[in-house]
Each structure stands twice: as structure tokens, then as C-alpha cells.
């Protein structure tokens, strides 16, 4: 840890730069949790990498080396001048410094597919804590052309992200991942590991993403309403919540639903399978 704790403390003194806060910016120093997340993304010289907040770029370098090429987006103008002057000699390295919310990922790789031979998009980040969701949500409804995509994020939020739905840690967002990727716990990375050090443990975390779904529902959107309904009052049974958030017409309705799909009507949110959530809408629909 200690080479790359000089290297970033070196880094901010020379520039002059401290980590900003509103950003959420805290600096990775451990070189044992940086390998395993450039082993764990598993990049070839084939994949073009798209780093989100690369910060100082202490991934960046082992990006760049690893792969084809690698865009980074960058919203603090701070760390895109030490960025372009710590890799102006890399030719496979290119820089855009904005909101990932508001760039179209879409074109982007389709652009670089069109003007590169390159085999596989891979995402890699170190993400900010308070704007995790966003950005995971975005990647994943947004379907884009990525085979993996490998962050470091909170602890709590990255249990929630790879449970099993229907088990331990089960939220919202859980059956939305579940979806679109096969999760993958990859490493715990404790506070220690960074500068500033955060006030949370962090986790690494990989999420495969499917070739294809292989779950029956009519409309996934209407499937992912229900179960954003079911969770908005997780408190409650599933009945009630469903009926509170006038999925169900009526009490009378839900009860009929729930036993024609074969669910308890005392269930409760988290105990539902993905298929469980699929077999409701596709009732509600026919």
C-alpha cells in the first residue's frame, strides 16, 4: 500500500488538489485491491474499458496497459488536467469530462465499435457512494453493448446489488440486476484502503451481464413498477402493499391473483422470486 500512498500524495501536492467531498471522492492506495479489480474485470488487448471517475488514475494506468483502449469520464475539471498530463504519451487513452447520467453511452460505443476492431465493452469504476443506483440503473435499463461491468461501491449497497432476490439483503434493485447480469462478489476493501478514508466499508463487485433473459414476463417494465410498488411499503404483506399502491384494484382482486400464481397472501416482498414477480404481472396482464 505505501508505494501508492506516496504516488497519490505526491499526485495531489503536485497539483495542488485535494478530493473534493460533493464528489464523493475518496482515493484508492491499497495496490492489492487494485489488482484484483483489473484481474477480476479480466481485460485483454482486445476490449475497449470505460472508466467512470477515474479520479487521479490510479486504475487508469493498469487500464490502459491491459486494453485496446480506455475512455475515462470525468466530472471534476481538477483531476481531467492531471489525467491528460499523467497519460498524454498513452495513444489508446481518451478523456470526456462530463456527467455519466447525461452521455449518451449508447452512441459512444456504438462510435467506437464502428471506428475500432475491438471484442468486448467492458465497464470499470470506482464509483461515488451517493450516486451508485443512478449509475447502475443506467448501465443496466439502458441495455448497452457491455459484457461486464466491475465497481467498487458501499458495502450495504453492494450486498443489496448481488443477493439472490427472495433471500438475505433482498431490495428493489436487486431483481432488476438479477435481470440483466449474473452478480459476483469479488473483494470487501476496508477504509483503510483509501485517502480520505471513507466513513464505509467498500465492496468490489462484478456483474455479468446476460446474453439474454430467460424469464417469461410480457412487459419487464410493468414487472420492474410492481416490484418498485411492493418495496415502497416493504413493511407491509405484499397484498397490502399492492393494493396500497392500487396495482390490485381491490383487496379482493389481489387475494385471487396471489392464489391462482400460488403465493401466500401473508407473503411479504423479499421472500418473492423474480419468477414470483414475473408470474403476477404476466396474471395482471392476461
Same mark, same amino acid.
Given at each position: 500500500?505505501?508505494?501508492?500512498?506516496?504516488?497519490?500524495?505526491?499526485?495531489?501536492?503536485?497539483?495542488?488538489?485535494?478530493?473534493?467531498?460533493?464528489?464523493?471522492?475518496?482515493?484508492?492506495?491499497?495496490?492489492?485491491?487494485?489488482?484484483?479489480?483489473?484481474?477480476?474485470?479480466?481485460?485483454?488487448?482486445?476490449?475497449?474499458?470505460?472508466?467512470?471517475?477515474?479520479?487521479?488514475?490510479?486504475?487508469?494506468?493498469?487500464?490502459?496497459?491491459?486494453?485496446?483502449?480506455?475512455?475515462?469520464?470525468?466530472?471534476?475539471?481538477?483531476?481531467?488536467?492531471?489525467?491528460?498530463?499523467?497519460?498524454?504519451?498513452?495513444?489508446?487513452?481518451?478523456?470526456?469530462?462530463?456527467?455519466?447520467?447525461?452521455?449518451?453511452?449508447?452512441?459512444?460505443?456504438?462510435?467506437?465499435?464502428?471506428?475500432?476492431?475491438?471484442?468486448?465493452?467492458?465497464?470499470?469504476?470506482?464509483?461515488?457512494?451517493?450516486?451508485?443506483?443512478?449509475?447502475?440503473?443506467?448501465?443496466?435499463?439502458?441495455?448497452?453493448?457491455?459484457?461486464?461491468?466491475?465497481?467498487?461501491?458501499?458495502?450495504?449497497?453492494?450486498?443489496?446489488?448481488?443477493?439472490?432476490?427472495?433471500?438475505?439483503?433482498?431490495? /428493489?434493485? $436487486?431483481? +432488476?440486476?438479477?435481470?440483466?447480469?449474473?452478480? @459476483?462478489? !469479488?473483494? %470487501?476493501? *476496508?477504509?483503510?484502503?483509501?485517502?480520505?478514508?471513507?466513513?464505509?466499508?467498500?465492496?468490489?463487485?462484478?456483474?455479468?451481464?446476460?446474453?439474454?433473459?430467460?424469464?417469461?414476463?410480457?412487459?419487464?417494465?410493468?414487472?420492474?413498477?410492481?416490484?418498485?410498488?411492493?418495496?415502497?411499503?416493504?413493511?407491509?404483506?405484499?397484498?397490502? /402493499?399492492? $393494493?396500497? +399502491?392500487?396495482?390490485?384494484?381491490?383487496?379482493? @382482486?389481489? !387475494?385471487? %391473483?396471489? *392464489?391462482?400464481?400460488?403465493?401466500?397472501?401473508?407473503?411479504?416482498?423479499?421472500?418473492?422470486?423474480?419468477?414470483?414477480?414475473?408470474?403476477?404481472?404476466?396474471?395482471?396482464?392476461?
Amino acid at each position: 500500500m505505501n508505494n501508492l500512498k506516496q504516488e497519490t500524495e505526491f499526485i495531489l501536492k503536485k497539483y495542488n488538489v485535494k478530493a473534493n467531498k460533493s464528489l464523493g471522492q475518496n482515493f484508492l492506495i491499497d495496490s492489492k485491491v487494485v489488482e484484483q479489480i483489473i484481474e477480476s474485470s479480466e481485460i485483454t488487448k482486445e476490449d475497449l474499458v470505460i472508466e467512470i471517475g477515474p479520479g487521479l488514475g490510479t486504475l487508469t494506468k493498469e487500464l490502459l496497459e491491459k486494453s485496446k483502449k480506455v475512455i475515462c469520464i470525468e466530472l471534476d475539471k481538477n483531476m481531467i488536467n492531471i489525467l491528460e498530463d499523467r497519460f498524454s504519451l498513452y495513444n489508446n487513452f481518451e478523456i470526456i469530462n462530463g456527467d455519466v447520467l447525461k452521455i449518451d453511452l449508447q452512441a459512444l460505443i456504438k462510435n467506437e465499435r464502428k471506428t475500432n476492431n475491438i471484442k468486448s465493452v467492458k465497464l470499470v469504476a470506482n464509483l461515488p457512494y451517493y450516486i451508485t443506483t443512478p449509475i447502475i440503473m443506467k448501465l443496466l435499463e439502458e441495455q448497452l453493448d457491455l459484457k461486464s461491468i466491475t465497481v467498487m461501491i458501499q458495502k450495504e449497497v453492494a450486498d443489496r446489488l448481488i443477493a439472490i432476490p427472495g433471500q438475505k439483503n433482498t431490495g /428493489a434493485i $436487486t431483481y +432488476t440486476v438479477y435481470y440483466y447480469a449474473i452478480p @459476483e462478489k !469479488i473483494a %470487501i476493501v *476496508e477504509k483503510e484502503s483509501f485517502i480520505p478514508k471513507p466513513d464505509v466499508t467498500s465492496e468490489v463487485i462484478k456483474l455479468n451481464i446476460r446474453e439474454s433473459s430467460k424469464l417469461e414476463v410480457k412487459n419487464k417494465e410493468v414487472m420492474f413498477r410492481i416490484i418498485k410498488c411492493a418495496f415502497m411499503q416493504k413493511r407491509k404483506t405484499l397484498l397490502n /402493499a399492492l $393494493t396500497n +399502491t392500487k396495482v390490485f384494484n381491490s383487496k379482493e @382482486e389481489g !387475494i385471487s %391473483i396471489l *392464489e391462482q400464481v400460488g403465493l401466500d397472501i401473508n407473503i411479504r416482498a423479499e421472500k418473492l422470486t423474480i419468477e414470483d414477480f414475473a408470474k403476477i404481472t404476466n396474471k395482471i396482464l392476461s
